[in-house]
């Protein structure tokens, strides 16, 4: 929570660039804060800013949502018309495409670049609104909006090279909120401050997703290297993304059977001794944690195949589980079977000519 908020104007005649310090302290009764320093800068420039939205949980899939949001000039000249980066994870999409937008759909969700045409002076601010359709596979949804004084090339610069689709329905027009009078504008210049230029929203629905570990029964002979396989799968209905920590969307604890000995692994699992300890050496553990990337789509599976050495005769059993209790999603919090979130890796080892041990 802010305290207090410090407004720093420059003298009118002030040349640009000119820097100085801002020294502070506060008090509080007896108590005096240790004395706080900013360096302040002299700009002369648009400084276009956004709102932050408040963040929205229990959203219900299925519905209409808006992301509210404020788009204005606190800089000291006009802005000649702004372009809107927008961005809606999987589980939103955009209930309309105005035809000052252009879409980019992609799997993890939908970009858009939105041509604010006209000037916005010092001063002026509009309210943005942005409705989406919250889908039947939403969870953990972001949606990303920045700005930034159009021009030709920040247009292209921001596309990339990649294609986008024009949309076609009525145009986005900001309706005005506040104004005071305009400078005149001319060639397009920097943003002078785009800290307040990116926000992000995180959406929750109230949705499950029904995670499911599957294990693996192999068998070989002693010497023999085996491929035993441990698969995540999302059975739905929504996908699961950590978009905000940008941690995996599920980590799996995999022990590995007594008898074997791992010679090569996956690249996202990492060896652990016995009580989970780390490893410096990544073959040959007891024990992997392993990683699936950030998101999982609805009915997407994650396989992660280990080569197993057969050491001995005998059949061999472990248990690999998936870690219900990670940070972020947390997966106890969203899955309604936790009961299938475990599964066993079995190896069989036979007599080296190849027959069952007598």
């Given at each position: 929570?802010?305290?207090?908020?410090?407004?720093?104007?420059?003298?009118?005649?002030?040349?640009?660039?000119?820097?100085?310090?801002?020294?502070?302290?506060?008090?509080?009764?007896?108590?005096?804060?240790?004395?706080?320093?900013?360096?302040?800068?002299?700009?002369?420039?648009?400084?276009?800013?956004?709102?932050?939205?408040?963040?929205?949980?229990?959203?219900?899939?299925?519905?209409?949502?808006?992301?509210?949001?404020?788009?204005?000039?606190?800089?000291?000249?006009?802005?000649?018309?702004?372009?809107?980066?927008?961005?809606?994870?999987?589980?939103?999409?955009?209930?309309?495409r105005?035809?000052?937008?252009?879409y980019r759909?992609?799997?993890?969700?939908?970009?858009?670049?939105?041509?604010?045409?006209?000037?916005?002076?010092?001063?002026?601010?509009?309210?943005?609104?942005?409705?989406?359709?919250?889908?039947?596979n939403?969870?953990?949804?972001?949606?990303?909006?920045?700005?930034?004084?159009?021009?030709?090339?920040?247009?292209?610069?921001?596309?990339?090279?990649?294609?986008?689709?024009?949309?076609?329905?009525?145009?986005?027009?900001?309706q005005?909120?506040?104004a005071?009078?305009?400078?005149a504008?001319?060639?397009?210049?920097p943003?002078?401050?785009?800290?307040?230029?990116?926000?992000?929203?995180?959406?929750?629905?109230?949705?499950?997703?029904?995670?499911?570990?599957?294990?693996?029964?192999?068998?070989?002979?002693?010497?023999?290297?085996?491929?035993?396989?441990?698969?995540?799968?999302?059975?739905?209905?929504?996908?699961?993304?950590?978009?905000?920590?940008?941690?995996?969307?599920?980590t799996?604890?995999?022990?590995?059977p007594?008898?074997?000995?791992?010679?090569?692994?996956?690249?996202?699992?990492?060896?652990?001794?016995?009580?989970?300890?780390?490893?410096?050496?990544?073959?040959?553990?007891?024990?992997?944690?392993?990683?699936?990337?950030?998101?999982?789509?609805?009915?997407?599976?994650?396989a992660?195949?280990?080569?197993?050495?057969?050491?001995?005769?005998?059949?061999?059993?472990?248990r690999?589980?998936?870690?219900?209790?990670?940070?972020?999603?947390?997966?106890?919090?969203?899955?309604?079977?936790?009961?299938?979130?475990?599964?066993?890796?079995?190896?069989?080892?036979?007599?080296?000519?190849?027959?069952?041990?007598?």
């Amino acid at each position: 929570m802010t305290a207090a908020v410090l407004k720093v104007s420059a003298l009118p005649d002030a040349p640009e660039g000119t820097e100085g310090n801002v020294r502070y302290t506060a008090v509080a009764g007896d108590l005096t804060s240790p004395q706080g320093e900013t360096r302040v800068t002299v700009g002369n420039g648009p400084d276009l800013a956004l709102s932050e939205s408040p963040r929205q949980d229990g959203v219900t899939p299925g519905s209409r949502i808006t992301v509210p949001a404020t788009l204005g000039n606190n800089g000291n000249r006009t802005a000649d018309g702004a372009l809107l980066h927008l961005f809606a994870s999987r589980g939103l999409t955009f209930a309309q495409r105005p035809a000052n937008c252009e879409y980019r759909d992609e799997e993890r969700g939908t970009e858009a670049l939105c041509v604010l045409d006209g000037p916005i002076a010092p001063g002026q601010s509009f309210a943005l609104s942005s409705p989406l359709k919250v889908g039947t596979n939403a969870l953990y949804e972001r949606y990303d909006y920045s700005v930034e004084p159009y021009s030709d090339e920040a247009l292209e610069a921001a596309r990339a090279g990649r294609t986008y689709t024009r949309g076609t329905g009525a145009e986005l027009k900001p309706q005005p909120a506040q104004a005071r009078p305009t400078v005149a504008a001319g060639t397009p210049v920097p943003d002078l401050d785009p800290q307040d230029n990116n926000r992000a929203v995180i959406i929750h629905a109230s949705n499950t997703a029904d995670l499911k570990l599957i294990g693996s029964r192999t068998e070989g002979a002693v010497g023999d290297t085996v491929r035993a396989d441990v698969t995540v799968r999302n059975r739905g209905p929504a996908w699961i993304a950590s978009l905000g920590a940008g941690e995996p969307a599920a980590t799996v604890d995999v022990r590995i059977p007594s008898g074997t000995t791992v010679t090569a692994k996956p690249e996202a699992c990492y060896a652990r001794t016995k009580n989970g300890e780390w490893l410096e050496e990544q073959l040959g553990a007891p024990r992997y944690y392993c990683t699936t990337p950030i998101y999982l789509n609805e009915r997407a599976t994650h396989a992660f195949s280990f080569d197993l050495r057969v050491d001995r005769e005998g059949t061999f059993r472990s248990r690999a589980a998936i870690n219900n209790d990670q940070y972020e999603p947390p997966i106890r919090s969203f899955d309604p079977n936790l009961a299938n979130n475990s599964a066993a890796l079995v190896v069989k080892g036979l007599a080296p000519n190849g027959s069952p041990s007598s």
